[in-house]
């Protein structure tokens, strides 16, 4: 009813461009008229009511600037770590030079959200009515302003992501027109890049805006950006593996079950599912590629559009969001030449076998943790509890029992663990999403709300542009004569 009276109060020319529009749907065979109408009728009115979650975090802010300064005033020349030739070489790891407000990863603890495990955001973040699961908005909240939020406060950001869903037309069009060939992270990076045009950020910049205020266009593109990602995804997914239609926005749902609809899966157990991994995907302090690539990029001023799309292209890669797909072709091989039923024994043999092929175990081992990701203990307990007998989640279950022995006689591997690869792709097999190139995008989606925070975070505390120094091998040689060699 709020669309058709919206409509009927448009202006003529209104009519005439929705007429074009609607002309235009007769003809693609890719997209629902749905799918262009909305381009024209927001979901639900734009109210904004909302801006407490704004108003919390400048009041926030100036706090957390006077606290920076006075640390930088009394400690700015204070080391507070070593840089080895070794680190240097390999991929920097474990060098302290990031400032990252919203996670903290812990070796024995793993991953904490503003100071809080992953059990406790289960425990304490609002829920949806009858669910059992965190709703990702309430994690958002928490990355953003530190705080636990009231289920009220949760609704609304879900119906304010709902009021700012649309995508632009050009965007639509771009994916349709996408050939099926084309990865599904491709045509995401793709389109974040194209909705740029929508930035705030951008035309406050333009506009000489304050430096001091960059936050908060920062802030509007973000909320903008969270809010368009799933129906972006939903179209790649519907357009690479379904009809090419994608439902409309409800604004009485939240944002998981939206993402859900559209995507075309509405059973219960799976909207919760998504709302448990949309929420345990979300961040992993700074130092991985997506969150530094985005940090990094939007460091040069870029909008955030741009700086997420470069996230998403580093997301995209093997070594990182690539890794769930990695897992499942595994259990496939090992399925392919042992069976379904595998006894222990045999599981040990096959894990011999691929250590000694050369190849890792995949969904084992972590760069920083060194114990059972807590983000796979969580996907263990879910599946427990909704599909205990499901085949694959049995054999993940023994490899949870057997690997880490195997790794640690090996002795090659600091951790023998599992992470949360070995188990995310088996709670999308269970529901039907068998597309296996479809999972980072996913990732990517649940990924937005971390960097997105972090880099409202950055523009709010003036983070200047990243630019460590390089140097040359012949460089470092020099640097350790000096030292004398050590």
């Not at 262009?36 to 979901?43: D, E, G, K, S």
Request: aromatic letters at 10%.
């Amino acid at each position: 009813l709020t669309r058709l009276v919206y409509f009927a109060l448009q202006p003529p020319a209104f009519a005439l461009r929705m007429a074009a529009t609607l002309g235009r749907a007769v003809t693609s065979t890719r997209s629902s008229t749905w799918s262009l109408m909305r381009q024209w009728i927001p979901a639900v009115p734009q109210v904004r009511e909302l801006h407490s979650l704004k108003q919390e975090l400048a009041e926030l802010i100036p706090k957390k600037q006077a606290e920076i300064k006075e640390l930088k005033a009394k400690y700015k020349d204070t080391v507070i770590g070593d840089v080895t030739v070794d680190q240097i070489y390999g991929g920097m790891r474990d060098i302290k030079a990031l400032v990252t407000e919203t996670s903290l990863l812990d070796a024995n603890e793993g991953i904490r959200f503003r100071g809080y495990s992953i059990a406790e955001c289960q425990k304490l973040l609002p829920k949806a009515v009858g669910g059992d699961e965190p709703l990702p908005e309430g994690v958002f909240y928490l990355l953003l302003t530190g705080n636990i939020p009231s289920k009220k406060k949760v609704d609304e950001i879900s119906q304010d992501w709902a009021s700012r869903a649309a995508v632009p037309h050009h965007v639509v069009q771009m994916l349709n027109n996408f050939p099926s060939t084309l990865h599904p992270m491709s045509q995401l990076s793709a389109a974040v890049i194209a909705m740029n045009s929508e930035s705030k950020f951008v035309k406050a910049y333009s506009e000489g805006v304050n430096k001091t205020k960059y936050w908060e266009s920062t802030y509007e593109d973000a909320m903008d950006l969270i809010a368009k990602l799933p129906t972006v995804a939903s179209i790649i997914y519907r357009n690479l593996y379904r009809d090419g239609k994608v439902k409309a926005i409800n604004s009485s749902r939240d944002w998981s079950a939206n993402f859900a609809a559209m995507l075309g899966y509405d059973k219960p157990d799976f909207i919760e599912m998504l709302r448990l991994y949309l929420t345990i995907h979300c961040d992993h302090e700074g130092g991985n590629v997506s969150a530094h690539a985005t940090h990094l990029v939007g460091s040069a001023l870029s909008d955030p559009y741009l700086s997420f799309a470069a996230g998403m292209n580093g997301l995209a890669g093997p070594l990182h969001g690539l890794a769930n797909q990695e897992v499942l072709v595994w259990l496939s091989e090992l399925q392919a030449e042992i069976g379904i039923e595998i006894t222990n024994k045999q599981l040990e043999d096959y894990l011999w076998k691929t250590l000694n092929a050369g190849r890792v175990v995949p969904g084992f081992g972590h760069a920083v943790l060194r114990k059972t990701d807590p983000r796979y203990i969580c996907q263990r307990e879910f599946s427990q509890k909704h599909f205990p007998n499901f085949p694959l989640f049995k054999v993940v279950s023994q490899l949870y029992e057997v690997a880490p022995k195997v790794l640690t006689a090996q002795g090659k591997t600091k951790n023998p663990w599992p992470n949360v690869d070995a188990h995310s792709g088996v709670l999308l097999q269970y529901y039907g999403m068998t597309e296996m190139n479809y999972y980072t995008v996913l990732f990517g989606v649940s990924r937005a709300l971390g960097v997105l925070s972090s880099l409202v975070w950055d523009r709010a505390l003036g983070f200047p542009i990243e630019r460590p120094k390089s140097l040359t091998t012949e460089a470092i040689k020099k640097e350790l004569e000096k030292k004398g060699g050590h």
